[in-house]
């Protein structure tokens, strides 16, 4: 095979990109020099960011246990404090959204149903599991009840039940609707929900068996005073 000649090679098309490529280098180099210092730059500036960002969840973690152990313990002025400190400045972290839930829980305990309400509907969007979303969903309706809004309460009990496909919940849902509609004077709306808990959920049949029977109870005595 002959040897290329140098004119040979001087023709080459990708020799001629690499001698441009090389001209343009020598050329810009401090633009080159400016670019390489920008993206330097940026590698540091995420690796920065991520370091700050794993310590604020590390530190929002410690105080969300800090928070939960209170409240563990009793200490329910400590615990609303952690949890509160979570909502309201540390609220893109995971804890500080997990917080917005158990803050409920603590505001429902001490009697505050209208904030609890308020913190429940607020964990619905921060809740990272289907159980928490369902727990907020209940939490919701059991401040509704609290406030004696009995039949509201109760539909958003059957509306829980029919959403989910979980028997426990469902039939835990059920009847809680039937209490409500029980304590709003439904007594045949209440008579009927337990009837089709004892027929349609066996983990809760005694339950509703023994709830239905006294409402007779309660009726045949309502009866007898009238």
């Given at each position: 095979?002959?040897?290329?000649?140098?004119?040979?090679?001087?023709?080459?098309?990708?020799?001629?990109?690499?001698?441009?490529?090389?001209?343009?280098?020598?050329?810009?180099?401090?633009?080159?020099?400016?670019?390489?210092?920008?993206?330097?730059?940026?590698?540091?500036?995420?690796?920065?960011?991520?370091?700050?960002?794993?310590?604020?969840?590390?530190?929002?973690?410690?105080?969300?246990?800090?928070?939960?152990?209170?409240?563990?313990?009793?200490?329910?002025?400590?615990?609303?404090?952690?949890?509160t400190e979570l909502t309201e400045e540390?609220?893109?972290?995971?804890?500080?959204?997990?917080?917005?839930?158990?803050?409920?829980?603590?505001?429902?305990?001490?009697?505050?149903?209208?904030?609890?309400?308020?913190?429940?509907?607020?964990?619905?969007?921060?809740?990272?599991?289907?159980?928490?979303?369902?727990?907020?969903?209940?939490?919701?309706?059991?401040?509704?009840?609290?406030?004696?809004?009995?039949?509201e309460a109760a539909a958003a009990y059957?509306?829980?039940?029919?959403?989910?496909?979980?028997?426990?919940?469902?039939?835990?849902?059920?009847?809680?609707?039937?209490?409500?509609?029980?304590?709003?004077?439904?007594?045949?709306?209440?008579?009927?929900?337990?009837?089709?808990?004892?027929?349609?959920?066996?983990?809760?049949a005694i339950d509703a068996r023994v709830?239905?029977?006294?409402?007779?109870?309660?009726?045949?005595?309502?009866?007898?005073?009238?």
């Amino acid at each position: 095979m002959a040897t290329r000649k140098h004119s040979d090679l001087t023709e080459d098309p990708i020799h001629e990109q690499l001698e441009y490529a090389l001209a343009w280098a020598m050329k810009n180099r401090t633009l080159i020099l400016v670019i390489a210092a920008v993206l330097v730059a940026v590698v540091a500036g995420a690796g920065l960011y991520t370091q700050w960002h794993q310590a604020r969840e590390d530190a929002a973690t410690t105080l969300f246990m800090q928070g939960l152990d209170a409240y563990r313990n009793g200490d329910l002025d400590q615990a609303r404090a952690a949890f509160t400190e979570l909502t309201e400045e540390r609220g893109g972290t995971a804890a500080g959204g997990d917080a917005e839930f158990y803050l409920a829980n603590l505001l429902y305990d001490q009697g505050e149903f209208a904030a609890a309400r308020a913190a429940y509907e607020k964990s619905l969007k921060t809740a990272r599991t289907t159980l928490l979303h369902l727990a907020a969903r209940e939490g919701i309706a059991a401040c509704m009840e609290e406030d004696g809004q009995w039949s509201e309460a109760a539909a958003a009990y059957r509306k829980i039940a029919a959403e989910y496909s979980d028997e426990s919940a469902a039939a835990r849902n059920l009847l809680s609707a039937a209490r409500c509609l029980t304590a709003s004077g439904d007594i045949e709306g209440a008579r009927q929900l337990y009837q089709e808990i004892e027929e349609n959920y066996p983990s809760a049949a005694i339950d509703a068996r023994v709830a239905r029977a006294l409402l007779g109870a309660e009726s045949a005595g309502a009866a007898e005073n009238g």
